[in-house]
């Protein structure tokens, strides 16, 4: 064989951090360690993997076509390291999930794989749909659970399970005495949002279409959290899923208003690289959350 494991390594983080430094300084290499590594890969084959800009290197053309392919070889290699070890069968994985999934359904998710799966080690990393998009392209996770809809032809994006969004305000709120809201009112109102980027904001434009340049939006926060603290404090009327909604409903901190004009329904996604290795963590995670979805077909 012409190449090592550990060639592909100094190639895949190079790639990740675009940088031979900062990717000397992940593998715990020195930087001409990793230079002379890209370099002998390069010149065995004949190639090249990167294009130099100062002291910023990208992809070429060809690297990027062979980044999943050695992703995949070096996912295969750690499944077949942890076997050899008699480590858990099902070995590491890192997840990743956007805002309303991650704080508020993939928490008891994980929990459940791990007494199925015990000694598995599973990390969670909680961002928009965005960057969550961003970090499946980019091998950063295995898998992403995101509320927006994508359109990346490199990526894999099937239906998990459905949601739907909720507009609310406070109790004191003039719109908690109204049975239902019109167009008229929707206009009016002062809205706390989700930031662009977030499935959130995108599942709400869509649902507002027609009047969503109308609408009067006086503030963009990254936390949903935040949204509900906001229109608690009285200064203005918020909309994220039900499942964010669930505790301030019941103890009547937050109140639900009507507005059955408007389609708030939507999915949330998981969302995989279409060359991506499914290792056997993987394939478990995903045998779960299929087998949930299927619980909500009707």
């Not at 091998?139 to 659970?145: K, V």
């Not at 899923?241 to 505790?247: H, T, V, Y």
């Not at 998981?270 to 478990?284: D, E, N």
């Amino acid at each position: 064989m012409r190449y090592t494991l550990r060639q592909l390594e100094v190639f895949l983080a190079v790639a990740h951090h675009e940088s031979v430094s900062r990717a000397a300084r992940d593998l715990a290499m020195s930087q001409s360690a990793v230079s002379g590594s890209l370099a002998d890969l390069e010149r065995q084959f004949g190639i090249q993997l990167f294009e130099r800009l100062g002291k910023r290197v990208q992809l070429s053309g060809l690297g990027r076509s062979l980044q999943p392919r050695a992703q995949a070889l070096i996912d295969q290699a750690a499944e077949l390291e942890a076997g050899l070890g008699n480590q858990s069968s099902v070995g590491p994985l890192r997840v990743g999930a956007t805002l309303s999934v991650g704080n508020y359904l993939m928490v008891p998710e994980i929990a459940r794989f791990m007494r199925e799966h015990p000694g598995a080690r599973v990390t969670l990393d909680v961002a928009n749909t965005a960057e969550i998009a961003r970090k499946v392209l980019d091998f950063e996770i295995d898998i992403g659970l995101v509320e927006g809809e994508l359109h990346e032809p490199e990526l894999e994006v099937s239906h998990w399970r459905p949601d739907e969004l909720v507009v609310f305000c406070a109790p004191n709120h003039p719109f908690a005495k109204k049975a239902r809201l019109s167009d008229a009112d929707l206009v009016q109102a002062s809205w706390i949002v989700r930031e662009p980027g977030s499935g959130t904001r995108q599942a709400f434009e869509r649902a507002m279409h027609g009047i969503l340049a109308e609408l009067e939006i006086v503030l963009e926060l990254q936390h949903t959290e935040a949204i509900k603290s906001a229109v608690e404090a009285g200064l203005g009327v918020g909309c994220v899923s039900r499942i964010a909604l669930e505790d301030s409903f019941r103890y009547h901190t937050l109140i639900a208003c009507s507005v059955p004009q408007r389609d708030f329904r939507r999915s949330f996604y998981l969302v995989l690289h279409k060359q991506k290795y499914k290792s056997a963590a993987l394939r478990a995670l995903l045998e779960q959350f299929r087998a949930q979805a299927a619980a909500f077909v009707p």
